[in-house]
């Protein structure tokens, strides 16, 4: 397990509107020691006011939720991804849909990995730290970088 550690914790914003699926998700990011900070908003709409409050840092990784009221994971990511200053932090979609329309279109909308619900934890802690291995350091300029 060692080689999975990360470099180092990452400030994680988890979208997620299941209140036990976030403990967990939250329980298992800090007690692997993915995570420095994470952050829980319930739907889409409240991530984006999140990331776009100048007195906020960004994220290092977003773990995304599909489905959610108001603004569902599928609308969000592809505002994210259109976004010029939002689109360089990572997402990792975690969901209880399998289908291959979801799946295809979350890679399609540049979604950097996808997890399926009931979460396997160690494929979830997986799924984190390979973005932290290929992405963000492959990433010219970090995404807290030149803000003011």
Not at 3 to 19: C, K, N, Q, S
Request: hydrophobic share 45%.
């Amino acid at each position: 397990m060692a080689a999975l550690a990360p470099a180092h914790p990452r400030d994680i914003l988890l979208v997620e509107d299941d209140d036990a699926d976030a403990m967990l998700i939250e329980e298992a990011l800090l007690q692997r020691g993915a995570a420095r900070t994470i952050t829980v908003v319930q739907d889409g709409i409240a991530a984006l006011e999140h990331l776009r409050d100048p007195e906020r840092l960004r994220p290092d990784v977003i773990v995304l939720d599909l489905n959610m009221p108001r603004m569902n994971g599928r609308e969000l990511l592809a505002v994210l991804k259109d976004d010029p200053e939002l689109k360089v932090v990572p997402v990792v979609v975690l969901s209880t849909s399998n289908s291959p329309e979801d799946v295809t279109g979350a890679y399609r909308r540049h979604a950097n990995a996808y997890v399926t619900k009931p979460v396997n934890l160690d494929e979830f802690i997986h799924a984190v730290q390979s973005i932290d291995a290929f992405f963000l350091e492959t990433v010219t300029g970090s995404p807290h970088e030149g803000e003011a």
